[in-house]
Nanobody
Framework: QVHLVESGGGLVQPGGSLRLSCAAS????????MGWYRQATGNQRELVAR???????NYADFVKGRFTISRDNAKSTMYLQMNSLKAEDSAVYYC??????????????WGQGTQVTVSS
């Protein structure tokens, strides 16, 4: 079982940048896909970005061109570089990782979340 710990959240002004990190307790080499969701107060959790084991990335339309997802297998860490932040980006950001167990069942692990607040 992989444990995930997010960091890098905080308070930033509109137009600013933050980089979130998601550190895994074990190797992420065999992780099929990793990604970020976010949940603002009163809203459902929504997918922000994901990166597959192949390196392919997907982004939600509302972050395209502003956010970049990446992973460093050697450091067992995934990142989310967030630029041109807007007030509506304020939310708790959760990372996740999908792996296949011995029965080829996909098992999802979640981090505990990190708060991002965009405000002047």
């Amino acid at each position: 079982q992989v444990h995930l710990v997010e960091s890098g959240g905080g308070l930033v002004q509109p137009g600013g940048s933050l980089r979130l990190s998601c550190a895994a307790s074990g190797s992420i080499i065999s992780t099929l896909v990793m990604g970020w969701y976010r949940q603002a107060t009163g809203n459902q959790r929504e997918l922000v970005a994901r990166i597959f084991i192949s390196g392919t990335t997907n982004y939600a339309d509302f972050v395209k061109g502003r956010f970049t997802i990446s992973r460093d297998n050697a450091k067992s860490t995934m990142y989310l570089q967030m630029n041109s932040l807007k007030a509506e980006d304020s939310a708790v950001y959760y990372c996740y990782a999908d792996r296949a167990d011995s029965k080829l069942t996909i098992v999802r692990t979640w981090g505990q979340g990190t708060q991002v607040t965009v405000s002047s």
